[in-house]
Structure formats: C-alpha cells, structure tokens
C-alpha cells in the first residue's frame, strides 16, 4: 500500500524558513517523479514543485520560485521542500504527491496524497 | 498563470445529472489530452477521479466522465448521489511544463 507521511509543518514568522519532509513506502520511490501541492484555508490548490526521480528535471511555481526548493534522498525514500523567504500568503496545508503506476516519470497526475502539513506563517 | 475557470457552485437532486466546466487556454487545456479531475471531502486530501480527459481510475464509479471540447473540459456526475457532494477540482498539464488547477466547483445534492 502505497503511503506518503508529511513533516516539519507549524507556526513560522515572516521571512522565515522552514523544511517539510515526505517519507514514501509502498512503491519504487526513486522511479517516481514526486510533486508537492499547497490548499490555502478555505481556497483551491496550487501546484507548487515537481522533482524527478534521479533528483533533475525540478519545476516551481512562478509563486514559490527563489524561496523554495525542491530535493529528495532515494536512500531514505524521502523527498523535502526547503521553504525560505516566507510570506502570509504561504499559509496553506502542503501534500506530498505521486503519480499512478505507468505515469513514474510525470507529473501530469496525482493518484496518491499525503495527510498533509499545516505551514502557518504570521 | 491564472487558474483554470470553474463556476463556484452546482447543485442537483439525487438521480440527476450535473455538468462541471473547467475553462482553460491554448497553453493548457487546449494543447494538452493530460486533464485529471479531482474531488475532495471536507478535511480530507484529494481524490484523483479522471486522468486523460475521459478516463477513470480503478474503483471510480462509472456514474464520473469527463470530456473536452477546445480549451473547455468538463466533468459530469450522471445519477447524483448523497455522497457526491464535495468540492471538484480540474487539473492541466501546460506548455510551461507546469501544471495548473481550477479554483473549485462545490457540488450540492439537495
């Protein structure tokens, strides 16, 4: 059974900085392009990073771009994402996302979420 | 990028039928078969519902289709159901290489 475990949410500061982590099991981790997916309070989601399976091809939103960063350890089946630079705005429960088996490379979908971290910056 | 165009709200009777539509661009929704469709329970993650326009994942009730015509998707729940009621979301792949998703419809079975 595929599962996706975030960390590392909470109460930040404005221009903060703070790190989430995924730990993936269930599945060939580093097969799989692994994607992170952001629902401010009450809004709809956002796209936010995407990051290969041999750690290349990293994309971010226009939103999120020079304050984020993507990364990922195969050998602990885990991916991260560095959040720098923090605004008001970058209060949101953040998803750690895979895509369904025969899509490892992509990140057109998402099949599998995680529970979620709440990232609160104030 | 703005966000994919969905109305706020749809609502029906259980047994019938309602229409989503997901307003995109020839940078998304145009130019690109890779169009998912998610739903979402309150407090719950999203559920991955359609991919490829039209196709559903195992275990998705047949009652969920999509389709696309030019830059507009949609997603249409046939035979409402009490447990239907949540909030959609349409998804693009686009010429960016990102990916983009609507603001959300809110399903209502009266």
């Known amino acids: 059974e595929v599962q996706l475990v975030e960390s590392g949410g909470g109460l930040v500061q404005p221009g903060g900085s703070l790190r989430l982590s995924c730990a993936a099991s269930?599945?060939?981790?580093?097969?799989?392009?692994m994607s992170w997916v952001r629902q401010a309070p009450g809004r709809g989601l956002e796209w936010v990073s995407s990051?290969?399976?041999?750690?290349?091809?990293?994309k971010y939103a226009d939103s999120v771009k020079g304050r984020f960063t993507i990364s990922r350890d195969n050998s602990m089946k885990t991916q991260y994402l560095q959040m720098s630079g923090l605004r008001v705005e970058d209060t949101a429960v953040y998803y750690c996302?895979?895509?369904?088996?025969?899509?490892?490379?992509?990140?057109?979908?998402?099949?599998?979420w995680g529970p979620g971290a709440l990232v609160t910056v104030s | 990028q703005s966000a994919l165009t969905q109305p706020a709200s749809v609502s029906g009777s259980p047994g019938q039928s309602i229409t989503i539509s997901c307003t995109g661009t020839?940078?998304?929704?145009?130019?690109?078969?890779?169009v998912s469709w998610y739903q979402q329970h309150p407090g719950k993650a999203p559920k991955f519902i359609i991919y490829d326009v039209d196709n559903r994942p195992s275990g998705v009730p047949a009652r969920f289709s999509g389709s696309k015509s030019g830059n507009m998707a949609s997603l249409t729940i046939s035979g409402l159901q009490a447990e239907d009621e949540a909030i959609y979301f349409c998804c693009s792949y686009t010429s960016r290489s990102t990916v983009i998703f609507g603001g959300g419809t809110t399903v209502t079975v009266l």
């Open positions: 020839s940078s998304d929704i145009g130019d690109y078969n890779y």
């Open positions: 996302v895979k895509p369904p088996q025969g899509w490892e490379p992509t990140i057109y979908y998402f099949e599998s």
């Open positions: 990051i290969g399976g041999r750690g290349d091809d990293i």
């Open positions: 269930g599945f060939i981790f580093n097969t799989y392009a």
